[in-house]
């Protein structure tokens, strides 16, 4: 069965911090995508980032990093001298090839205080 | 990216009444839609998956007949929640897969929805 974990359920961090959002996951297949999302208070999810299974290059975008690692199902999140703007809760997502399904992670609830 | 709009964004309505929640997909044809909710400090639950141009196929435990889903065209899919009950009270957020992005979802704003 596919099975998207995030264990920390919230994050609180002081401006400029770097932390990392972890996410373990679970399925059989051997071809599948996983995702990350920001949600702020606003509630909309926004999309950050889409990575596949056969590609575990890690992956930098501004002041986020994404670290893959197969061997352990692992896709975490790190996110650089961390803002204010960056509160939000962020959810860790699975789908596999053949459906069109994402199975979602409960979320990280991350707070960035000044 | 891809552009995802909802309508309304928020309701309060009476309990028995129904309630239409549209999603539409701005800059791009989905030919699948997907309707979530979420409870407070939740994750996203999928209730249903919309397929244009025919029938909704739902998660195990949502019932059809109370959540009227109907996705007539590439671009817009509507969830009715009828005979409301304080219970259905929640966040309903929809998305849309777009096929020039391969498998990624990209979400509405959602619809904060609350039965007295």
New interface residues.
Partial sequence: AQKVTQAQTEISVVEKEDVTLDCVYETRDTTY?L?W?KQPP??????LI?R?SFDEQNEISGRYSWNFQKSTSSFNFTITASQVVDSAVY?CAL?E?NT???I????T?LQVFP | GAVVSQHPSRVICKSGTSVKIECRSLDFQATTMFWYRQFPKQSLMLMATSNEGSKATYEQGVEKDKFLINHASLTLSTLTVTSAHPEDSSFYICSARNPNGGETQYFGPGTRLLVL
């Fill in positions: 995508y995702f999302y606003s509630g909309e999810l926004v999309f889409r596949n959810f789908s090839v069109d399904k994402l979602f992670g409960t979320g609830r």
